[in-house]
């Protein structure tokens, strides 16, 4: 089994700054893309930003200039600096990972969509 666990929500002033981080644990073989999504209340789940394996990110353009994504891959953890921050930030943020869960290499490719259960950003004076 995989599981994504997040971390770093909280409650910020606006203008403030968060880092969110998430940690992909279990049977793990291989981790291709990563991302973050949002969800606000009574509103769709919403990409704030991804990345590749390779390094390539991708943003939502509200957020461009104000969060970098980033990852470790030896330790297999995705995080979101996020800078500036907004009232309209404010929502539930889940990872998201993309992940061949195979045991070994012999095996042919086992790859699913992973999310953590959420963590919650609210900025509010």
């Known amino acids: 089994q995989v599981q994504l666990v997040e971390s770093g929500g909280g409650l910020v002033q606006p203008g403030g700054s968060l880092r969110l981080s998430c940690v992909a644990s279990g049977s793990i073989y291989s981790i291709y893309g990563m991302g973050w999504y949002r969800q606000a209340p009574g509103k769709q789940r919403d990409l704030v930003a991804t990345?590749?394996?390779?390094?390539?990110?991708n943003y939502a353009d509200s957020v461009k200039g104000r969060f970098t994504i980033s990852r470790d891959n030896a330790k297999n953890t995705v995080y979101l600096q996020m800078n500036s921050l907004k009232p309209e930030d404010t929502a539930v943020y889940y990872c998201?990972?993309?992940?061949?869960?195979?045991?070994?290499?012999?095996?042919?490719?086992?790859?699913?969509?992973?999310w953590g259960q959420g963590t919650q950003v609210t900025v509010s004076s």
């Open positions: 990345i590749t394996s390779g390094g390539s990110t």
């Open positions: 998201n990972a993309d992940i061949d869960s195979r045991r070994y290499s012999s095996r042919p490719p086992m790859r699913d969509d992973y």
